[in-house]
């Protein structure tokens, strides 16, 4: 059924149509729609039988969540941001007890400074927790992996991220495909957990481990997340014959047949990456897109595929690893490893929010081409506000918070800092 709708209420409907047992809601920009949205359901019974259960923090939520999971309830919860921080304890017990809990990232980026907009830094920043990550690029997509996360975690017995670009498709209104309760019905079974309390028959889920047994524990960890490799694309076949959608998957090239350059991205900004590659296609550059549906576990080897017969890469990422630089640029050098001449380039763009636009795209990916560009650029960059910074604070001990000194420099706050 096609609908008008709010990209966050587009999930509440696609969550609710997987019969969750439990949701743990706890507010937080840009999510907070969400579960709105699903507690609306839940109260007028719309969604039923489900409890819907409001905490106190996120911490909260996540235990809860947990809590219920091992019980062998179907559960789910959202989060963003700083919200996702707090939860972090709780978020790699979920991962580490192999609990199928399904969440929402609606991305954000973390302070401080605060910011409310969007950058992956929080999902990011839980890369190695040990939940699998998948990465909407619309919010069609968006709807079309949390009906695929809740498959494929209880399958695998892990917990998985839906992770969706906050406000940018949270809360964008377009026309998309909701599925039938049939339809989802006929591809998500009811939830049969591999592992539960059941006082007839008891076990401990959450057993201290010593180092005599810890290694083997983590291993299985990461032997789960490698079968979720060649489960996540098997699940994106059938839910391509029942839904008679294209979604999912672990990449999703875009004409890379003949492309000498490749763009990798996760996320919304592929729509704008598409569209520039489009423009340099029509000047006769031989240019393509990879996005990352799957960064956890990372296709290690569909990426080098993907990649086989390019010249050079650029990594275009919304996220930073302070102090070095990219974080999804070091996955793919990984998979790239051994192809000591190809060129690589990292771009970090688009932090807490910053618009990308074709043109700047244009001109960093033209640099490229030309050999000219930083193997570390970061998009936009107002060098002169950061050399001011910089040189005031070689000059004054007490020269203030840099936060301030950047807004003021820029002309947001107050007079500038000289």
């Not at 969750?20 to 507690?39: D, F, K, N, R």
């Amino acid at each position: 059924m096609l609908k008008q709708i709010e990209g966050s209420h587009a999930v509440a409907e696609a969550v609710a149509l997987c019969r969750p047992e439990v949701i743990c809601a706890y507010p937080i920009s840009p999510q907070t729609h969400i579960v709105e949205a699903l507690g609306e359901r839940v109260k007028s019974g719309a969604l039923a039988p489900c409890e819907f259960i409001n905490v106190e923090s996120e911490f909260a939520a996540m235990s809860v969540a947990i809590g219920a999971s091992a019980a062998g309830a179907r559960s789910y919860t959202a989060t963003a941001s700083q919200g996702l921080l707090f939860m972090v304890e709780a978020v790699y017990n979920a991962a580490g007890l192999g609990l199928p809990v399904v969440m929402t990232v609606a991305n954000r980026a973390i302070g401080a400074p605060i910011n409310i907009w969007n950058d992956h830094s929080d999902s990011m920043s839980q890369r190695d927790c040990g939940w699998i990550q998948l990465f909407a690029e619309t919010n069609q997509e968006a709807i079309d992996l949390h009906i695929q996360a809740f498959r494929l975690a209880e399958e695998l017995s892990l917990p998985a991220m839906v992770c969706m670009d906050g406000f940018i498709l949270t809360h964008a209104y377009e026309r998309l495909e909701l599925p039938s309760q049939e339809q989802v019905d006929r591809y998500l079974p009811p939830f049969e957990p591999r592992q539960v309390l059941d006082p007839a028959q008891p076990v401990t889920i959450g057993a201290m481990v010593g180092p005599e047994a810890f290694t083997e524990v983590r291993y299985l960890a990461h032997a789960k997340q490698l079968q979720a490799l060649e489960l996540v694309p098997e699940l994106a076949r059938d839910f391509k014959a029942a839904f008679g959608r294209d979604s999912g998957g672990l990449v999703r090239p875009y004409r890379m047949e003949d492309a000498e350059i490749a763009v990798i991205a996760l996320g919304s900004v592929l729509g704008t990456i598409k569209d520039t590659v489009d423009e340099m296609r029509a000047d006769g550059v031989k240019i393509g897109a990879l996005g990352i549906t799957t960064f956890r576990p990372f296709p290690l080897r569909e990426v080098r595929d993907a990649l086989a017969r390019v010249k050079l890469y650029v990594v275009v990422e919304k996220s930073l690893a302070i102090g070095i630089g990219g974080i999804v640029a070091t996955d793919v050098r990984m998979a790239l490893a051994g192809r000591l001449h190809l060129r690589g380039y990292t771009v970090i763009a688009g932090l807490g929010g910053r618009p990308i636009t074709k043109a700047s795209l244009r001109r960093a990916l033209g640099e490229a081409a030309a050999g000219r560009l930083e193997r570390l650029h970061f998009l936009d960059l107002d060098r002169a506000v950061v050399d001011q910074v910089l040189a005031r604070e070689k000059e004054v001990r007490r020269s203030g918070p840099i936060a301030e000194a950047v807004l003021r420099n820029v002309g947001v706050v107050g007079a500038k800092i000289r």
